[in-house]
Structures are given as C-alpha cells and as structure tokens.
C-alpha cells in the first residue's frame, strides 16, 4: 500500500523553529516532486514550498522566502521543510503532497490539482 506521512507539527513560540517530514511509505520519494502545502479553517490550501525530483529546482512562496527551508534525505525516505523564525500567521495544517511531474517548476507555485498523493496533514500552531 503507498502513501505519504507527515508529521513533526506542534506548538511553537514566534521566532522559533520546527521540522517537518515527509515520508514515504511503500514507494521512494527519491523518483518524485514533492510539494508542501498548507491550510487554515475557512481558506483554500496553498502552496508553501517544493522540491524537483532532481533537486535543482525549489520554490517558497513570498511569505516564507528567507525563513523556510525544503530539503532531501535520501537515506531516510524523507523529505523536510524546516522553518525558522516562524509567525503566528504560519498556524495552519501542513501537508505533503506529490503528483503528476512535473510537481515543482522554477518560479510557479505547486498545483493542488497535480497532485494524487497527499499526507493526512500535520498541526503547527505559533503561539506564546
């Protein structure tokens, strides 16, 4: 059975950091695009960050350019968005997603349409 698992939410204060991962399991994550996405109540889910199947292309969206980070582990499965120095208005659900490629293009959000597998989602509020 394939799917894809995030995780690594939680509380965090303004200013700080948090990990998130995106595993695979039952396929390598090494052979696609990957796609963070994010959502709040009431809003339609937008494209945070992505990754190419290559490497050479990642995208971040204006609102998170200098703070978050995408990045691979190919001995792990897994692909991280690290963010630093995050803000309340980063409170939302976050998943990861990949999808028909190519999923990340240079400069383009990635599509919520494009893609078929998705994480379940993975919390992270910002608060003091």
């Known amino acids: 059975q394939v799917h894809i698992v995030d995780s690594g939410g939680g509380l965090v204060q303004p200013g700080g950091s948090l990990r998130l991962s995106c595993t695979g399991s039952?396929?390598?994550?090494?052979?696609?695009?990957i796609a963070w996405f994010r959502q709040v109540p009431g809003k339609e889910r937008e494209g945070v960050s992505c990754i190419s199947v290559s490497n050479d292309i990642t995208y971040y969206r204006d609102s998170v350019k200098g703070r978050f980070t995408i990045s691979r582990d190919k001995a792990n499965n897994a692909v991280y968005l690290h963010l630093n120095s995050v803000k309340p208005e980063d409170t939302a659900t976050y998943y990861c997603a990949t999808g028909y490629p190519p999923t990340c293009r240079r400069g383009t959000p990635p599509s919520r349409d494009a893609m078929y597998y998705w994480g379940k989602g993975t919390l992270v509020t910002v608060s003091s």
């Open positions: 039952g396929f390598n994550l090494t052979y696609y695009g």
